[in-house]
């Protein structure tokens, strides 16, 4: 796997806690992933979706005014193109497998090591490009 892939479109990340945004940002970078775009806003995705489509979209389940699930189905609708990861707190199995089934890349559960993350995230551009290589 190279750590030096080149990156066109951000990975955006979308977290209402500022504390996650940032220590996944510097996850990312610190695992080569240098074009990192964060949401804190749920409400603000679909339109930032529209301007600029990010490589991969991490999303967190349980955020104010807009719930994860409901934010991942109107992204698998309106970019199905777009692999969708779910970071969340919330462990449950059941859960995890409703999402995946709902259109989920991948579903992680906070907290997760930098190894972890990346490898989701290169995975998941990996899948988007058809790069059999690095999946």
């Not at 750590?3 to 220590?23: C, F, S, Y």
């Amino acid at each position: 796997m190279n750590n030096t892939a080149h990156q066109e479109r951000p990975v955006m990340l979308v977290d209402d806690e500022a504390r996650v945004l940032a220590a996944f940002s510097t996850e990312l970078r610190l695992g080569g992933i240098a074009n990192v775009l964060t949401c804190q806003d749920p409400r603000e995705v679909l339109p930032m979706l529209a301007k600029e489509e990010p490589e991969v979209l991490l999303l967190d389940l349980c955020m104010p005014h807009i719930n994860g699930r409901v934010l991942l189905s109107r992204v698998v609708e309106t970019y199905p193109q777009i692999p969708v990861i779910i970071v969340t707190a919330v462990s449950d199995t059941r859960v995890a497998v409703e999402c995946i089934k709902e259109g989920a890349y991948d579903f992680l559960t906070k907290p997760l090591d930098q190894g972890l993350l990346v490898s989701s995230v290169r995975r998941a551009i990996a899948h988007r490009r058809g790069d059999k290589a690095e999946t």
